[in-house]
């Protein structure tokens, strides 16, 4: 049975349009990233407890499988002999190796099953054990000053190969000069990606170069993901110098400290740019470091998932509060995220309020169900009216005016699962009641 299943995954992955052809992320990448929570203070320690709070806490299973470091596990140089990549021994004193098995072994120890079915690039799994990341830069240096791999890339990618590690995020600092054109920022990232698939491991590839000269046109074929703007800041809509742009297309200086809301701003007509195997990376998430209340960081996860941005954690697993497990592991919404239709929603439209605005999304999933979503970000309660020709507009007449069940997906059912049914609707959903900073989504299944 089991096999049986795995051969259809694999026949319809087989069949549908790629990008990088190396068989992963066929749905957004989910994990854990040290970044956002601790910055450069990591440790095997850290990082291995958190690998093990995430088998606890029941994520490994909701298909958060990447363990991922970022900057500043190197060594202060590389070899001086082979020019290989070093980790810091006080940091990681057994080495990256050590920690990349015992990140690997430890979802075989908690009993999951593990079925791997290759052929040749394509690989199809059924496997909820724990995966591990590791972070360069094609510069110079990282962000954080360690070494980078800009000319280094093929000793570094068999490195990371001989460690284990089936997860790369490649960053943008220190990069002489060598972006300012699609086709600069190309060739720097291609070459790692050509060194990596070079290798013959799987190693997921997600390119960060925050959006500069739009890597949604020239990364498909060489990434599994691009970031699409500077760095997310712990914090809903506040605006910062530190992130000029108002929009991600022809942004000439992404920065960081961009608010959350903006980034959903920033993605609004990129969606078209994203496939199974390629998507659009709106960063890592914020939820439970503190910035935001829970009604925030509820639309933070909403518009990750239904842009089908990668959904990499970024908090302190090992101590969350009731509220940042509930968030994160609302499995109607991650179903969305990771729906093989692989079809980030559409905003609908935006209107301005006093002191933000309303926007309707929607979008659809296989099996002939959609979602729509409503976002407020303004300071007030908005009462709003929404028509389903707006909602239903790519899908024509018949799918405007029928009728439909729908659920609440922030509410949960008589069972405990998530998604109220909330009866049938025909034509509208009238004066829904969104209070500030609140996203509210639904699922509509046709009705008889
Ligand atoms: C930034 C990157 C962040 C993080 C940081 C590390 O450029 O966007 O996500 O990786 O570097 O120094």
Redo the contacts with the bound molecule.
């Keep these: 049975m089991l096999l049986l299943s795995a051969l259809l995954t694999f026949i319809l992955h087989a069949s549908k349009v790629r990008g990088l052809d190396n068989g992963l992320a066929i749905t957004p990448q989910m994990g854990w990233n040290t970044?956002n929570h601790f910055g450069c203070d990591i440790s095997e320690t850290s990082i291995l407890n958190t690998a093990k709070a995430m088998v606890a806490n029941n994520l490994t299973k909701l298909g958060y499988e990447y363990v991922l470091i970022?900057?500043?596990w190197q060594a202060p140089a590389r070899d001086p002999n082979t020019g290989a990549p070093v980790a810091n021994s006080d940091k990681f004193p057994r080495g990256i190796k050590a920690l990349a098995d015992d990140v690997h072994a430890l979802g075989m120890k908690v009993g999951q099953l593990h079925v791997t079915i290759s052929f040749g690039w394509l690989t199809s799994r059924g496997d909820p054990s724990q995966k591990f990341g590791i972070?360069s830069n094609a510069g110079k240096l990282?962000?954080?000053s360690r070494f980078g791999s800009l000319g280094h890339e093929e000793i570094d990618a068999k490195t990371y190969a001989e460690w284990g590690v089936d997860y790369l995020?490649y960053?943008?600092?220190y990069n002489e000069g060598q972006a300012g054109t699609p086709k600069l920022s190309f060739d720097r990232f291609a070459a790692m990606s050509y060194a990596l698939n070079a290798t013959g491991r799987p190693i997921l590839y997600s390119v960060?170069n925050?959006g500069e000269d739009g890597p949604w046109n020239f990364a498909p074929t060489i990434a599994n993901s691009w970031?699409i703007s500077g760095?997310i800041m712990d914090n809903f809509g506040r605006f910062d110098e530190r992130c000029p742009c108002t929009s991600a297309l022809d942004c000439k200086l992404p920065g960081?400290n961009c608010a959350m809301a903006r980034i959903i701003d920033f993605a609004a007509p990129l969606g078209q740019k994203a496939r199974q195997g390629a998507w659009n990376d709106l960063?890592?998430l914020e939820i439970g470091n503190g910035g935001m209340t829970y009604d925030e960081y509820v639309s933070h996860f909403t518009f990750w998932s239904i842009l089908k941005s990668p959904l990499i954690l970024g908090n302190d697993i090992t101590n969350m509060s009731p509220e940042t497990l509930e968030i994160i592991t609302n499995k109607a919404i991650i179903d969305i995220n990771q729906d093989p239709a692989a079809s980030p929603a559409t905003r609908r439209w935006k209107r301005s309020v006093p002191g933000g605005d309303l926007s309707l999304w929607s979008g659809s999933l296989v099996n002939y169900r959609f979602i729509f979503a409503l976002l407020n970000t303004s300071p007030k309660s908005q009462t709003v009216d929404i028509d389903f020709t707006d909602v239903f507009v790519d899908q024509g007449t018949v799918y405007q005016h029928q009728p439909y069940a729908l659920s609440d997906l922030w509410q949960k059912d008589a069972s405990g699962n998530w998604g109220k049914p909330l009866g049938t609707f025909q034509g509208s959903l009238s004066k829904v009641v969104i209070g500030s900073h609140q996203t509210k989504i639904w699922m509509a299944v046709p009705a008889p």
């Design positions: 970044y970022d900057d500043c972070y990282t962000c954080g995020k960053d943008n600092c960060c925050w970031r760095d960081f960063d890592m």
